[in-house]
């Protein structure tokens, strides 16, 4: 491994997506199955088109109670943020995790060829960081 601080080394390769055109509710369900904060969606060709987190899918429901409406029936389009921030698997772990906590963001999507290949999560950065510096016990 020639630069074992690359993220195409520590990315979550199959991680969960959602389509923009699935129910806030299916995103609050996959969440909760997956135990993450959140979701990358992707259209049928596997290109990203927004992310969905948590905090979005909270919105939603609590849209829906205080209107009295079916806000968590409504779709991850309309509650997904559309600019993303991305990645590649050939960048560097460091320079990533740098834009990430600038950014406030706990995941990023890993693109190539302008199709999703993985994520990056703040847990996989630190588990590469200790893993390639020698200072696991």
Same mark, same amino acid.
Request: charged share 20%.
């Given at each position: 491994?020639?630069?074992?601080?690359?993220?195409?080394?520590?990315?979550?390769?199959?991680?969960?997506?959602?389509?923009?055109?699935?129910?806030?509710?299916?995103?609050?369900?996959?969440?909760?199955?997956?135990?993450?904060? !959140?979701?990358? #969606?992707? @259209?049928?060709?596997?290109?990203? &088109?927004?992310?969905? =987190?948590?905090? /979005?899918?909270?919105? +939603? %429901?609590?849209?829906?109670?205080?209107?009295?409406?079916?806000?968590? !029936?409504?779709? #991850?389009? @309309?509650?997904?943020?559309?600019? &993303?921030?991305?990645? =590649?698997?050939? /960048?560097?772990?460091? +320079? %990533?995790?740098?834009?990430?906590?600038?950014?406030?963001?706990?995941?990023?999507?890993?693109?190539?060829?302008?199709?999703?290949?993985?994520?990056?999560?703040?847990?996989?950065?630190?588990?590469?960081?200790?893993?390639?510096?020698?200072?696991?016990?």
């Amino acid at each position: 491994m020639s630069n074992p601080y690359l993220i195409e080394n520590c990315m979550h390769t199959n991680p969960a997506t959602v389509r923009a055109d699935a129910t806030v509710y299916e995103a609050i369900q996959l969440i909760q199955a997956h135990r993450i904060t !959140g979701l990358t #969606v992707i @259209d049928e060709e596997r290109c990203v &088109v927004g992310v969905i =987190s948590e905090l /979005d899918c909270l919105k +939603a %429901v609590l849209g829906d109670v205080y209107n009295e409406g079916t806000a968590a !029936g409504g779709l #991850v389009a @309309d509650y997904m943020t559309s600019e &993303v921030e991305s990645c =590649s698997p050939d /960048d560097d772990i460091v +320079a %990533v995790a740098q834009s990430m906590l600038a950014a406030r963001h706990r995941r990023r999507p890993v693109i190539k060829n302008g199709k999703l290949v993985g994520q990056l999560s703040c847990r996989n950065i630190l588990w590469a960081i200790l893993e390639y510096s020698g200072r696991q016990n």
